[in-house]
Every structure is written in structure tokens, then in C-alpha cells.
């Protein structure tokens, strides 16, 4: 038999993404997102410890524009990969694992992300410019 009869598997080209898909793909990226993230926090804390200059530091890198995009990024890892962390812990217990009780859990994590990244933003502005 010819490596051409037979039929192709699904892959990357050809592959119809869902939003289950997407969501798993995201759950995993955040996951490394947070771990990254977390060497932000490190540093942060470290230079903390170290006195008013190493902090000074810090904090103009996280006042800058692209601190404050690694910033936001973290911020949405952490509330997405939340959000999605207790829909698993609602599988993990049985429930919601119908098609289409899945896609609304799916769309609720996406909002829940949103509106908890942008609660967090705006606390996090109106303290600052107080």
C-alpha cells in the first residue's frame, strides 16, 4: 500500500480550531507565563531587600512601557489560568463535562479573565494616582 492511499490524520493545517482547543493550548501557555512571571517577582523582591537604589531600579523597569506589558501580560495568565483551574476542579467533580456546558464554562473563563484583569488594572491605577 502507497503512503498516498492512505488517509491523513488531522494536523496544524488543516485542523478546524475550537475553543476547547484553544482554551487547553492557553491553560498550558499561561502555566509557563506564570512561571516567567514569577522571576519578575523574584527580582522585584530581591531588590526589595537590597535597598532604595536596586528597588528604584526595579520599579522604573516596571513603570516603563514594556514592564508594564509584562506586567499586564502576568496579570492575565494569572486570573485566566484561575478561571480555568476551577473549571477543571468542576470536571474533576463530574460536572459540566457535556459539549455544551463545556463552550459556556470556556466563555465564562474568558470573561471572568477580562473582568478580573481589568478590576485589578483599575485598582491598581486609581492607587497609584492617589
Not at 514569577?38 to 535597598?51: D, F, N, R
Not at 514594556?66 to 496579570?75: A, D, E, R, S, Y
Not at 494569572?78 to 470556556?106: K, M, P, Q
Request: with cysteine.
Amino acid at each position: 500500500m502507497r503512503s498516498a492511499d492512505r488517509p491523513l490524520s488531522p494536523h496544524l493545517q488543516i485542523y478546524r480550531w475550537q475553543l476547547t482547543s484553544v482554551l487547553s493550548v492557553l491553560h498550558r501557555a499561561t502555566g509557563v507565563a506564570l512561571s516567567a512571571g514569577t522571576i519578575l517577582l523574584v527580582w522585584w523582591l530581591v531588590a526589595a531587600a537590597s535597598g532604595p537604589e536596586a528597588y528604584e531600579g526595579v520599579q522604573d523597569f516596571l513603570g516603563s512601557w514594556i514592564g508594564l506589558l509584562l506586567l499586564f501580560g502576568w496579570t492575565v495568565s494569572l486570573f485566566y489560568h484561575l478561571c480555568n483551574g476551577i473549571r477543571h476542579l468542576v470536571w474533576d467533580t463530574g460536572h459540566a463535562l457535556d459539549l455544551e456546558s463545556t463552550y459556556v464554562g470556556g466563555w465564562i473563563v474568558v470573561g471572568a479573565t477580562a473582568t478580573l484583569t481589568l478590576v485589578a488594572w483599575i485598582a491598581g491605577i486609581a492607587r497609584w494616582v492617589s
